[in-house]
């Protein structure tokens, strides 16, 4: 991965996402709110979105789904999509998201980096409630 964009309103997140997959081929990137990540996207192409469930005005899921939304009106690139979920219960929205993968926070950085490859690499990446990890084909 070169560029990955983290939608979060949550400094402490983006340091840990930015800590486990920055480096110096991978630059990690910013945008504070769910409404910002399409022009976001639209002006660098990242290899990987990386979206936390609730930004500020427009939540994760949501995003996700205008994402998707774009691309299938052609008017933007399919993307790759990792959401980062608060709780076990999340995995019912998540779901529905259309993401390719999801992961349960407390994220840390050796399953952060094993569902961004994941992911950014056209595989899904699906963490469960009970803590099993479906990891295989890209979603639908």
């Avoid at 990792?82 to 993401?99: C, I, N, P």
Wanted: one cysteine or more; aromatic letters at 6%.
């Amino acid at each position: 991965m070169e560029y990955v964009l983290v939608a979060t309103d949550s400094d402490d997140l983006f340091d840990d996402v930015d800590a486990a997959l920055g480096d110096d081929r991978c630059e990690v990137g910013r945008v504070n709110s769910g409404a910002a990540v399409f022009g976001a996207v639209r002006e660098r192409q990242p290899d990987l979105v990386v979206l936390d469930l609730q930004i500020g005005n427009m939540g994760g899921m949501a995003t996700s789904l205008h994402l998707r939304n774009e691309a299938g009106g052609r008017r933007l690139a399919p993307q790759r999509i990792l959401l980062l979920l608060d709780r076990g219960a999340d995995v019912f929205l998540a779901r529905e998201s259309e993401a390719d993968g999801w992961m349960i926070k407390p994220i840390d950085s050796f399953r952060l980096r094993r569902a961004a490859d994941a992911v950014a690499d056209g595989r899904s990446w699906f963490e469960h409630a009970d803590g099993m990890i479906d990891e295989g084909e890209p979603a639908v």
